[in-house]
């Protein structure tokens, strides 16, 4: 499958989390209701930067890009990345990939300090550095695309 694809054929899933396991780990990330959580790794952190949008795996046949929705009997405890959207924007069956100006948060476990950190702004950051070159082009495709101004 090409990239533009795997962008523009996402099949974005949300399905119910509502398992309190986590509740008392003091590791664990809370989630928040209006919102949907997609524990990842670092690879899609990478294709984030490399392309904008949040895809499935170009292996994956389906296409389909799989969140949990949010609220206080869901917990992510296994210490991977965690991304997060509105679940406005992100809703079951929705066509198209999430881009990073649509995500609100991005949840990296740091080990030596055992905290959750937010880390966004710095994969947001990433996206602008990798692509510096098509923003003197196209100016505007840095709000849409990363939801940051220049």
């Given amino acids: ?11 974005n899933r949300v399905a119910p989390s509502v398992s309190p396991i ?14 949907v959580y997609r524990e990842t790794g670092f690879n899609q952190i990478s294709d984030i930067v ?9 292996r994956r046949k389906s296409n389909q890009v799989w969140w949990t929705i949010g609220g206080k009997n869901s917990f992510h405890i296994n210490k991977k990345l965690v991304l997060v959207a509105s ?5 079951d069956c929705k066509i ?12 990296i476990y740091d080990e030596e300090t ?3 950190n937010n880390r966004i702004n ?18 505007e495709q ?3 695309t990363t939801g940051m101004h220049r």
């Fill in 1 to 11: 499958m090409e990239d533009m694809e795997r962008i523009t054929n996402s099949i």
């Fill in 22 to 35: 986590g509740r008392d780990d003091p590791t664990a990330l809370s989630t928040r209701e209006g919102y």
């Fill in 50 to 58: 490399d392309c904008g949008y949040v895809r499935a795996n170009e």
């Fill in 87 to 91: 679940a406005d924007v992100v809703t």
């Fill in 96 to 107: 198209g990939a999430i881009s990073l100006g649509d995500l609100s948060e991005i949840w």
């Fill in 114 to 116: 055992q905290k959750w």
């Fill in 122 to 139: 710095e994969i947001k950051q990433m996206y602008i550095e990798k692509h510096q070159e098509d923003y003197s082009m196209y100016p």
């Fill in 142 to 144: 840095d709000e849409k």
